[in-house]
């Protein structure tokens, strides 16, 4: 069974990274863009097809390992 | 107009990083995760409602600065 995770900065967080990939595309001509915040991904593959089990799983290497909930958020999809 | 572009490594790229993820699941005693690949992702804002343009503007970003195209697949997903 196959999981996604996607850990984004929580809004008000500041994302130098995103300023910086903004300031990259503006130098680079591509217009239109207002703005941009970098999070990461994370493609899980897991042994059983137990969903809940899965997600109760996926929760705890968030909390514990995956996301800095102070700053950040995560939300988990099941594929 | 909002966008999210999620950027992961292709099939057969190693991913050192994800390994890294997998082994301190596995030292929190966190089971049944059989693989793990990390990726990026950016949630893009855009001026206007124009969603060929944003879709066109989009996929230049990733072939000129979002993605290594030789090791990298991105996904493009408007919103």
Known sequence: MKA???VTLKSGVL???GKAIEGALKS???????AVRQGKVFDIEFD???RDRVRK???EACER??????????????V
């Open 4 to 6: 996604r995770v996607v």
């Open 15 to 17: 994302d130098p990274q």
């Open 28 to 34: 680079l001509s591509i217009d239109g863009v207002a």
């Open 48 to 50: 059983g097809e137990d």
């Open 57 to 59: 799983t996926l929760s």
């Open 65 to 78: 390992l995956l996301a800095n909930t102070i700053v950040e958020n995560y939300a988990i999809e099941i």
